[in-house]
């Protein structure tokens, strides 16, 4: 429990003071690894808390993206204020909507049913005026986060943005520790262990299902807010499969139904593509090795290594 | 008509062609533990799998309270008061003995909204649980993970779970399966216990305890009710032996 409070704290500071190395290039990559931490801790609290594997996360991820590239005006910036909630909000009605259809199905079903919809969320992006096609849309100002005259931090300024991302990657993973250790988070859990005796018992299983998948989209569509935010502008392509996919991928890595895991599992999933595609033009065949071997030799993702190695060299149980 | 908090009206089930329940009429009366007997295939199981909604009916009525509850979800059935457990234990296998109970008494009290309150410090839900391990005997095992311990606890825990959500009925599939002699005796003295405040159905292979706690037997074959009556009836009935006891005196232990 101390070690891991220390590996946290010296993980939180690593991340606060890397701006000041003053590596630009780092500065926006880290800032990109800490959207995506927060996209992979959403489907986490799906995939690793409520068991239901969802193959269609990145459609909810590309309705945040896409409200701040519809809502940003042309001549001038957007209010932060105004647009994230409403990303957040636009993605949790998504996650609502589509939600109550596929909470209903299990297993492979519910996997193909979210594929399913994300491929028509896909489309209505790629297809329609709406979404303006396959270019997507450019923002030419960056929101401002101006509360009346005053304006706390520069968001296109990306030493700020760093900032502003890693406050809310915290916020979220305390917001859901915090979640899960509640009634409701409890009770998620349980369904994900024993979907059949929660309902005996007297669970409204399927209204706490719809609960977190719409939460879940929520906090997706905040981590694809940011993502248009840093890089100022959409396409269907956040919406691909492909997206959907590589969440997975990352908390497969890091540790599916570790909250940690799904942090580390975004960090090794963006640090093994830059390294392999540093190395290779098919670098895509080095990522699906390290994967397999990873699932093959460490079933527990990479959030279970600390806890192995303590238990090799010191013993003892097993955490729980 | 009595009493009855839980009665059915020619309770049917089919799967296929087959009449796993055909036409049962079965009351429940708070105060009363009614077993049901039956050889294996009798359609028990499937009995309660209607009475606690994890089954829909074919045809036929369920009566819970003057509620038809029939077309009634299992969850729903649950909130209501009718509680059951399984002949297959079925609990959280990675959750401690004690969060097993906890999440059943979290049942009663959701607090689904207070996304900011930790589970494990509402004392209404703990001490319920608490309550429900030390009477299915499980008093010091709440800490232990539920898939660590012995099968017959987890037997216990089976029960225990059940009785954190407080019901009014139990619907109890083969409690003592699988018990050692120490632990099918406490569980006897636990029924004991229970039946004054409950209505308590019991499907169990154990005569001697059935015939020790019951106050009612119905007696299946077929899915059909071929009997039902208080103990000595049932004991001294040619049909019920000939159908499925055999020739031996039946309970003669009890």
Not at chain 1, 23 to 30: I, P, S
Not at chain 2, 67 to 74: F, L, N
Not at chain 2, 95 to 117: I, M, V
Request: net charge neutral.
């Amino acid at each position: 429990m101390k070690r891991k409070r220390i590996a946290l704290v010296a993980a939180l500071a690593l991340l606060a003071l890397f701006p000041l190395a003053g590596a630009g290039f780092y500065t926006e990559l880290v800032t990109k690894v800490m959207i995506l931490a927060i996209f992979a801790l959403s489907l986490d609290l799906l995939v690793g808390y409520t068991g239901l594997v969802s193959f269609g996360h990145a459609a909810f991820y590309g309705v945040g993206a896409y409200t701040l590239g519809l809502m940003a005006p042309k001549y001038e910036a957007a209010s932060l204020w105004l647009t994230l909630p409403a990303a957040m909000l636009a993605a949790g009605m998504a996650a609502l909507a589509v939600g109550v259809f596929v909470v209903r199905v299990k297993g492979i079903y519910f996997i193909m049913v979210t594929l399913a919809f994300a491929q028509m969320f896909y489309f209505v992006f790629h297809d329609t005026k709406f979404g303006r096609g396959s270019d997507g849309i450019s923002m030419n100002f960056k929101p401002v986060a101006a509360i009346g005259g005053f304006t706390p931090f520069d968001l296109s300024n990306t030493t700020h943005v760093y900032y502003f991302v890693f406050v809310l990657l915290v916020a979220v993973f305390v917001f859901l520790r915090t979640v899960l250790r509640s009634p409701f988070g409890r009770t998620l859990q349980g369904i994900r262990s024993n979907e059949h005796r929660m309902r005996s018992l007297g669970f409204p299983v399927y209204w706490y299902k719809l609960a977190s998948f719409t939460l879940a989209g929520a906090l997706a569509g905040l981590a694809g807010y940011l993502s248009t935010l840093q890089f100022g502008f959409v396409n269907p392509e956040l919406l691909s499969w492909h997206q959907s996919g590589n969440v997975l991928l990352m908390l497969i890595l890091g540790g599916v139904g570790s909250l940690y895991g799904a942090v580390v599992g975004a960090f090794a999933f963006v640090a093994l593509s830059e390294i392999f595609q540093s190395l290779t033009r098919h670098w895509q065949l080095l990522l699906g090795g390290a994967i397999i071997l990873l699932v093959i030799f460490l079933p527990g993702g990479l959030a279970s290594v600390a806890g192995r190695f303590r238990r090799t060299l010191f013993g003892g149980a097993h955490d729980v | 008509m009595s009493d009855a908090i839980l009665s059915t009206q020619a309770l049917t089930r089919l799967f296929g062609g087959l009449a796993a329940v055909s036409g049962v009429a079965i009351e429940l009366e708070r105060g009363k533990l009614h077993a049901v007997l039956g050889p294996n295939g009798a359609g028990k199981t499937t009995l309660i799998n209607l009475l606690s909604g994890d089954l829909a009916a074919s045809s036929g009525s369920i009566t819970y309270k003057g509620e038809d509850i029939t077309r009634q979800s299992a969850d729903y059935r649950s909130r209501i008061g009718i509680g059951r457990s399984y002949q297959k234990t079925n609990i959280f296998p990675a959750f401690t003995a004690f969060e097993n109970c906890r999440l059943a008494a979290q049942s009663r009290a959701p607090r689904a909204l207070h996304l900011f309150a930790d589970a494990d410090a509402y004392v209404p839900v703990t001490a319920a649980a608490g309550r429900a391990l030390d009477a299915a005997g499980l008093a010091g095992r709440g800490d232990r993970v539920a898939s660590a311990l012995s099968h017959g606890e987890q037997r216990q825990l089976e029960i225990a779970m059940v009785l954190a959500t407080q019901p009014d009925v139990l619907l109890l599939d083969e409690p003592l399966a699988g018990m050692g002699a120490e632990e099918a005796a406490l569980m006897v003295e636990l029924l004991r216990k229970l039946a004054p405040g409950h209505a308590i159905l019991l499907v169990e292979h154990d005569m001697d305890a059935v015939f020790a706690v019951a106050d009612v037997i119905t007696v299946m074959v077929n899915g059909q009710v071929l009997e039902s009556g208080p103990p000595a009836q049932i004991r001294a009935s040619a049909a019920v032996r000939e159908a499925y006891l055999g020739t031996d005196p039946v309970g003669e232990a009890a």
